[in-house]
């Protein structure tokens, strides 16, 4: 099983800065992962796709880069709706599937 | 657009069978992977499996003694079935649809099951 590792586990940013999470893959994921976004009491969301291809409606200022077993998610400017918790995850080996225990963004 | 619609009872009694449906509209079944994923309260995501319209399925190895998962083109729906419910099990259960890249583009809301007496 492919363990995928984020950090930090929280992220304490003010609006208008930039945030970089970190997600670590063992062994390599080449560049078959993917970020999502929940926001409380909502279902995940799609954001980026191998390793750094928004997904449809995806605001420019998320972008994502890596490959084998180091990734970034980088938020450029921090807006109000962007505080929220991501996860990264794997679909290069399985089953299964996994995601990492994710971070969260939260306002300082 | 894909729109994922989870139901089910929300309890579920230990060592009985937790069971969902996910019904999908907007598009036909036909063309994707549909997956199940679960999150234990205030906890992460963890895949349960996928199955596809033609009945074949891929289930996580921790899961697979007790999972089963299956189709209704005609309703355009799945469904999945949890064995031997314990309390581990209680989560926002969720379906999701992909392609077959498996990166999880569709979200049902989700549906809180709790196992418990």
């Known amino acids: 099983e492919i363990v995928m590792t984020q950090s930090p586990a929280i992220l304490s940013m003010s609006p208008g800065e930039r945030a970089t999470l970190s997600c670590r893959a063992s062994?390599?994921?080449?560049?078959?992962l993917a970020w999502y976004q929940q926001k409380p009491g909502q279902a995940p969301r799609l954001l980026i796709y191998y390793t750094s291809t928004r997904a449809s409606g995806i605001p420019a200022r998320f972008s994502g880069s890596g490959s084998g077993t180091e990734f970034t998610l980088t938020i450029s400017s921090l807006q109000s709706e962007d505080f929220a918790v991501y996860y990264c995850?794997?679909?290069?080996?399985?089953?299964?599937?996994?995601f990492g225990g994710g971070t969260k963004v939260e306002i300082k | 657009q894909v729109q994922l619609q989870e139901s089910g009872p929300g309890l579920v009694k230990p060592s009985e069978t937790l069971s969902l449906t996910c019904t999908v509209s907007g598009g036909s079944i036909r063309n994707y992977y549909w997956s199940w994923i679960r999150q234990p309260p205030g906890k992460g995501l963890q895949w349960i499996g996928y199955i596809y319209y033609s009945g074949s399925s891929n289930y996580n190895p921790s899961l697979k003694s007790r999972v089963t998962m299956s189709v209704d083109t005609s309703k355009n729906q799945f469904s999945l079935k949890l064995s031997s419910a314990t309390a581990a099990d209680t989560a926002v259960y969720y379906c999701?649809?992909?392609?077959?890249?498996?990166?999880?583009?569709?979200w049902g809301q989700g549906t809180l099951v709790t196992v418990s007496s």
């Open positions: 995850q794997q679909y290069d080996n399985w089953p299964p599937l996994t």
């Open positions: 999701a649809s992909s392609e077959a890249t498996l990166k999880m583009d569709y």
């Open positions: 062994p390599s994921v080449n560049r078959n």
